[in-house]
């Protein structure tokens, strides 16, 4: 509960104070409307804490905001949580693989964000979202008003709510839920790292900064920059004031970004993945006879080292193997099946295996299937595959700009440093070689590395001045160029950054992303002014 703030009278005054209007969501615009309920849940089977839980009327309940219940029965107004610590068997997702589904009421444009939610937490972690074929257990997002989700693996089809409204970071934070993460601010050490400011909130809220008392989550360091925790005025009386403020200064919370270190670190402990893969093509468009190059990285999360590494694929019609490029692997190839062995991998490290192939000589489906294999100590064998296609093509395509919003943060101290890079790739593989910038916000500001991409200012007096720049730029790949990009550049004190992570995930073939780059600098500068030619 909210540590010793509310007793179970004041929780049944808050509940009561729902009841006259309806509940809105932490994650995403969208408002839920339900009855208030205060209900007993066993949330790991140790013990009972009393909760307000929202009573939607559909056999669900949802506390915290996005947090969802499986009431037992509403009639009855309890509730129970099947799932919330990792001491529970079935409470994880066997072998950190996560089935999911689309509801056929999902709109195209929250499948998408869930898409690229879905590569983010498999890009970043051991965890493996994967399409459902025949799992009886499985996460299925749904279209509903808001976003929310159960706390961890339950049993059979269990939903994730979905609404277009929502973000890709609100689904990132969901799928977190759904792994078995909870809010970082219900933590039970929460008081230690920030303040809860009760007369700010929303008096139909407060229940949504109950401490859960077995909340688990205590694996790794609080962490402010966590995708997890609430912001600074979620749920205020106005949306004007705090009602979170961090006991440490210069904390930003709540960002809805990427997952920050200590959530990817969390989730490893919490897991515990023996073996993970992640596979890597390019270029996603090959052209006939091109190169195509593909970068597995394999990683050991045990205790201990795994022996007898080998990898294997039936490499895709018209597919050549040209080469390995680390020595520690060795390849075979017998018509078109591949076969590598690698040696023993240590605890907790990893290794990549990057093959050079050529692509067909004429169009052709190219679906890639790798599996690799290892022994562990006690000689159990571990297998995991890892999956991945690519659309050939015969029409050179424009090279791709990555437009996503940018931060710099200031002061920054030195001319010769790049305060960004523009992010660009070629579908078909080909190299860029011609940054330009075409326009800027403030004319004379910056300077393009027509070559690498980098920005650069002319004058550090100027640049940390501003608040916010843009830049139109183009690149061309020596066949064709890229449409004209318009990409925001926010200048930050690196006092006001906290802990937040940086984020790099893909744009998904140039859909605008906001992300977070934090290009640290020191805390002094001199003026200086750039005179150069490219």
């Given at each position: ?5 509310l ?84 409470a994880?997702?066997?072998?950190g ?62 939903p ?19 792994l ?9 050490d ?6 809860i ?136 190839i ?62 050179n ?8 919003s ?55 007096d100027?640049?940390n ?48 992303m ?21």
């Open positions: 509960m909210q540590g010793s703030r007793n179970l009278g004041a929780l049944i005054s808050a509940a009561l104070l729902v009841a006259a209007s309806p509940l809105s969501y932490a994650e995403g615009p969208d408002t839920l409307e339900g009855s208030p309920i205060l209900t007993p849940l066993d949330v790991d089977g140790t013990g009972i804490q009393y909760l307000t839980v929202i009573d939607m009327g559909n056999g669900h309940g949802v506390f915290e905001g996005d947090v969802l219940v499986p009431l037992q029965s509403p009639s009855a107004r309890s509730a129970s949580v099947k799932f919330n610590s990792s001491t529970l068997s079935g994880l997702w066997p072998d693989v996560m089935p999911y589904s689309f509801d056929s009421s999902l709109s195209s444009s929250a499948r998408t964000k869930i898409l690229e939610a879905i590569a983010h937490w498999n890009n970043r972690t051991p965890i493996k979202i994967v399409p459902r074929s025949t799992q009886s257990n499985y996460v299925n997002f749904v279209d509903y008003a808001g976003c929310a989700s159960y706390i961890g693996m339950i049993t059979g089809a269990q994730i709510y979905s609404s277009s409204g929502c973000s890709m970071g609100n689904f990132v934070h969901e799928i977190g839920h759904a078995g993460l909870y809010h970082e601010h219900t933590r039970p929460r008081d230690n790292y920030v303040s400011n009760w007369s700010n909130i929303s008096a139909s809220k407060t229940q949504n900064f109950d401490v859960v008392t077995t909340n688990i989550q205590v694996n790794t360091p609080y962490d402010y920059g966590s995708i997890m925790h609430y912001g600074e005025t979620f749920f205020a009386v106005n949306y004007q004031i705090n009602t979170i403020t961090p006991l440490q200064s210069h904390q930003n919370i709540g960002q809805r970004l990427a997952l920050s270190s200590a959530d990817i670190a969390g989730i490893n402990e919490l897991y515990a993945v023996d073996f993970a893969v992640d596979m890597k093509i390019l270029p996603p468009r090959p052209m006939p006879d091109s190169t195509i190059i593909t970068t597995v990285q394999v990683s050991n999360n045990i205790p201990s080292t795994i022996h007898s590494l080998t990898a294997a694929s039936v490499l895709p019609t018209g597919v050549a193997f040209l080469r390995v490029l680390e020595p520690e692997w060795s390849c075979n017998t018509a078109q099946s591949l076969s590598c062995s690698g040696l023993s991998l240590a605890a907790n490290t990893s290794r990549s295996l990057t093959l050079e192939m050529s692509a067909p000589s004429t169009i052709s489906p190219l679906d890639f299937i790798f599996t690799f294999s290892a022994l562990d100590s006690s000689y159990e064998t571990l297998t995991l595959e890892a999956v991945q296609s690519l659309t050939m093509t015969t029409v395509d424009a090279p791709i700009i990555d437009s996503r940018m931060v710099a943060t200031l002061p920054f101290t030195d001319i010769d440093t790049p305060v960004q890079k523009i992010s660009a790739a070629d579908p078909n593989g080909h190299t860029l070689s011609n940054f330009t910038l075409n326009a800027q916000s403030d004319p004379g500001l910056f300077l393009l590395d027509a070559s690498t991409g980098d920005i650069f200012a002319t004058d550090l100027w640049l001045g501003v608040e916010s720049a843009s830049l139109t730029v183009t690149v061309s790949d020596g066949f064709t160029s890229a449409d004209d990009q318009t990409i925001e550049i926010e200048m930050l004190p690196t006092s006001g950054l906290g802990n937040s992570s940086s984020s790099s995930a893909s744009s998904g073939g140039g859909v605008f906001p992300f977070w780059l934090l290009l640290l600098a020191p805390a002094r500068y001199r003026s200086q002014r750039r005179h150069r030619d490219w």
